[in-house]
């Protein structure tokens, strides 16, 4: 989530618009031009056929409408339209998309790229050996081989002879992925990956992703060039099958419900059509470890934007609300990662990285608690900060009482006893091969070269996995958990397998979170020493109780817990 500071991030996104045009705008003279698109926001009163003629009236063409969130998708020569579209009772808002070829080719700055590291470091190296097979008894299954690295999953019961032993979800329990993509093919998500039901609702855009893959610039469902989607599936639901590692809730449904850019940015609409198609077709938990772009903090008036930006801003905050509240009414429990930002969220007070597209756009701009992140401040989701290895929250994570409904692990590799790096500290998940081939992290023979990315085979099949860290690795874990929580007390719907109603299953996910009170004293000094020796340090304030306060939330999630009576 995060952009060009030098803390680990963890999730990425960027919005496909530059600017949202009010009725107050003024613009250009109407004369012909180059063709733009804009999405037009129904003023959500039910007059859509009124937003509908005023669209045709002011000079555009509608491509595509959903109503259920109620936009339409225009196309136009009239560089006077946005300003008489916006004249209409029946429009709140109407947003212009960016004209493609204008950025410079980049990729999305990381923040969950774990820091490279060089052959000699403190890190987990190749193959490694899995944890003593338990005991046979009632429902005991034997560790997976790289079990032994997963100490996130031992921090939250997710073990052998924890949750594993009691309840592994079930394919009635659908989990959509809006992220990069989800690697379908790996062998490690294969097993639970549903490819009938995963849609992309993303166009690569060569200008930002580099050439396309494909001739139609649309990926395959069971695609990701980018990594961390499929990182984020392995997490949730990697199966236990001797391969490996096992994810949170191992036998639950994977679903790739796309909505991120191969660089890692994340556009409105396809946020948009992600979150209704996960509602129609009975998804039970989606995981958007992300934000919208491209306002890091999305203010409705901040003074050093201007009315278009403002605009923009409150139709990005609109729209999104809608679309949650359509996912959440037909079932669907929305879980995002907090951000990287290492930011109290309930005292905001600095952006200098929006609006980061296209690139050098970014301004200084004064914040307040005013302006949100989206999704994660949007109402309606569970917001989810990061743990390392010891429990505490994690250095780059963002936190705060308003917005911190839980914690997971997420990793801090400087969450050590000499504050130096171990890229153990970090979260080992599923990588698709394709991108290990591009980011050269592979030898010709097809063994790591990298430290931060460990093989597992299993006779002749091997599967690629690789350490990442920030809060997008941390929401998967909790997303895991309320899968679980669908499985256990869940009933069937008759059309789509298990279902809960979100309500409930956010309850019993604070319910079963084990509470973890604020550092003591509250301030926590976080001291960093770099592999180039400087030392990096900063002082975060926890408030709130033991049972809910900015670190944790209602406490640390834990699968044992949420499938134990």
């Known amino acids: 989530m995060i952009r060009r500071r030098p803390v680990l991030l963890a999730a990425a996104a960027t919005a496909f618009l530059t600017g949202v045009i009010g009725a107050a705008t003024p613009l250009a003279s109407a004369q012909p031009t180059e063709e733009v698109t804009y999405l037009v926001l129904f003023d959500g009163t039910g007059a859509d056929q009124a937003a509908k003629q005023a669209i045709t009236k002011a000079g555009g063409t509608i491509t ?5 969130i109620g936009y339409a998708y225009v196309r136009t020569t009239d560089r006077a339209f946005a300003d008489a579209v916006a004249k209409s009772d029946a429009v709140a808002g109407v947003a212009k998309e960016r ?3 204008v950025a410079p080719k980049q990729r999305r700055a990381r923040a969950d790229q774990v820091e490279k590291l060089t052959v000699g470091q403190n890190a987990a190296k190749g193959k ?4 003593s097979p338990v005991k046979a008894q009632a429902g005991a299954v034997t560790p997976e081989p790289l ?3 997963q100490w996130d999953m031992r921090q939250i019961g997710a073990t052998a002879t ?5 309840d592994r979800g079930s394919k009635g329990v659908r989990v959509g992925i809006l992220d990069t993509g989800v690697d379908g093919t790996h062998p490690d998500i294969a097993p639970n990956f549903d490819k009938t039901l995963s849609r992309n609702f993303v166009t690569d855009m060569p200008d930002i992703d580099g050439p396309c893959e494909h001739p139609s610039c649309i990926d395959p469902v069971d695609e990701d060039d980018d990594g961390h989607g499929t990182h984020v599936a392995s997490t949730i639901g990697s199966p236990i099958n001797g391969l490996g590692m096992a994810g949170v809730a191992p036998n639950v449904t994977l679903i790739n419900i796309r909505a991120g850019q191969d660089s890692g940015y994340f556009f409105l ?13 009975g998804v039970d938990v989606v995981n958007m470890s992300y934000y919208v772009d491209p306002w ?4 409705t008036a901040n003074p050093k934007d201007s009315a278009a930006e403002q605009a923009q801003q409150r139709v990005i905050r609109t729209a999104v609300q809608r679309a949650m509240n359509y996912a959440r009414n037909h079932g669907v429990l929305p879980v995002s990662a907090l951000g990287n930002e290492a930011t109290d969220l309930n005292n905001p007070t600095f952006d200098d990285t929006s609006p980061d597209y296209p690139a050098g756009a970014a301004k200084e701009r004064t914040i307040d608690n005013s302006c949100i992140n989206v999704p994660t401040e949007t109402r309606g989701v569970v917001g989810v900060s990061s743990t390392g290895p010891s429990t505490r929250k994690a250095y780059y994570s963002n936190y705060g009482t308003e917005q ?5 692990p997420g990793g801090d590799v400087y969450d050590t006893v000499d504050n130096t790096r171990n890229i153990a500290g970090a979260i080992l998940a599923a990588y698709p091969k394709n991108v290990a081939q591009a980011e050269g992290t592979l030898n010709p023979d097809g063994t790591p070269n990298n430290p931060a990315v460990i093989q597992s085979c299993k006779g002749t099949v091997c599967a690629y996995y690789q350490y990442l860290q920030g809060t997008s690795m941390a929401s998967p874990h909790a997303a895991g958990v309320a899968a679980l929580i669908v499985d256990r007390y869940g009933h069937r719907d008759g059309r789509h397998g298990l279902t809960l109603n979100p309500n409930r299953t956010e309850r019993l996910l604070y319910a079963s979170a084990v509470p973890h009170a604020c550092p003591q004293p509250r301030t926590y000094h976080y001291t960093r020493i770099t592999p180039a020796g400087a030392v990096i340090e900063a002082d975060h304030r926890c408030a709130g109780g033991v049972n809910d306060n900015g670190f944790y939330g209602h406490g640390i999630v834990n699968a044992y817990a949420a499938v134990t009576p």
Do not use: Q, R
């Open 296 to 299: 890091l903090y999305n203010c």
């Open 128 to 131: 490694s050996a899995s944890d």
């Open 99 to 101: 004209t493609i070829g």
């Open 269 to 281: 609409k396809p946020t948009l059509d992600a979150l209704t198609y996960a509602g129609d077709i």
């Open 64 to 68: 595509e409408t959903n109503t259920k």
């Open 404 to 408: 911190t409904d839980v914690a997971a």
């Open 147 to 149: 079990a032994n690295l």
């Open 162 to 166: 924890g949750s594993y032993a009691k």
